[in-house]
């Protein structure tokens, strides 16, 4: 692990306002656990919120829980949270450097032939669900976002933000003071030989990208974000 790891992702306490900002993310996750606002209520078995350090500089956001967070109440888990931490430790980071989560907090799915599978939210989901984000970013605070998707990337960064022509570009958003995006591990998951050690190496490499602009973030003069 880099010697600076630490000191990088650690904020210290003095430095933080009362209530802490776990006390803060714990309140708000239970009162998202009780959340009707849509459909998704009736058919989720457990609000997955979020986890890792309240303090963290570096935030990463996905899409939204599959079958394994909806059982287990924790967000990327299974094979695509196996790749995401592998690629994490690549780069000296774990779970307890960052802060984690998604654009929505239940599982979208429909049952098909019998068996209930994932699905893309719908637009009306993520604007339901878009307060929860929006108030965990407030409390968090971090300097730089790491978006795992595209759909995470288009309501962080911008609309209809385009994979292909512009991942690994740094953008400043309302947010935080940089964003950024890179494959989402499921997606890298479903290719296979030289396309998946590709896209493998690639969120790699972004998640480095991520972690030296927030050494070059802490460096620079605070501003205000909300």
């Not at 849509?38 to 609000?47: P, Q």
């Not at 829980?65 to 299974?78: H, I, K, Y």
């Not at 998604?102 to 669900?129: H, Y």
Request: with cysteine; charged share 25%; net charge neutral.
């Amino acid at each position: 692990m880099p010697e600076d790891t630490e000191d990088l992702f650690h904020a210290a306490q003095e430095n933080l306002d009362e209530p802490s900002r776990a006390g803060l993310l714990e309140a708000l996750a239970a009162r998202a656990s009780r959340c009707t606002a849509c459909n998704l209520a009736h058919t989720r078995h457990t609000v997955v919120f979020g986890e890792g350090n309240p303090e963290a500089p570096l935030m990463l956001i996905g899409e939204g829980p599959g079958q394994n967070e909806d059982a287990t109440g924790r967000p990327f888990v299974g094979r695509s949270g196996t790749l995401l931490d592998e690629c994490l430790r690549a780069n000296g980071i774990t779970r307890k450097h960052i802060y984690l989560t998604n654009i929505i907090r239940c599982r979208a799915c429909v049952v098909e032939g019998g068996r209930v599978k994932n699905r893309p939210p719908t637009p009306d989901e993520i604007a339901a669900c878009h307060p929860w984000l929006v108030q965990t970013l407030e409390i968090v605070r971090p300097l730089v976002i790491l978006c795992l998707g595209a759909p995470a990337a288009s309501v962080i960064i911008h609309k209809n933000f385009r994979m292909g022509q512009e991942r690994g570009q740094w953008f400043e958003t309302k947010y935080a003071r940089y964003a950024m995006a890179t494959w989402h591990p499921a997606y890298i998951l479903r290719l296979e030989g030289d396309a998946y050690e590709a896209a493998r190496r690639a969120l790699i490499e972004d998640i480095a990208a991520a972690r030296r602009k927030v050494i070059e973030a802490r460096k620079e003069p605070k501003m205000t974000l909300f």
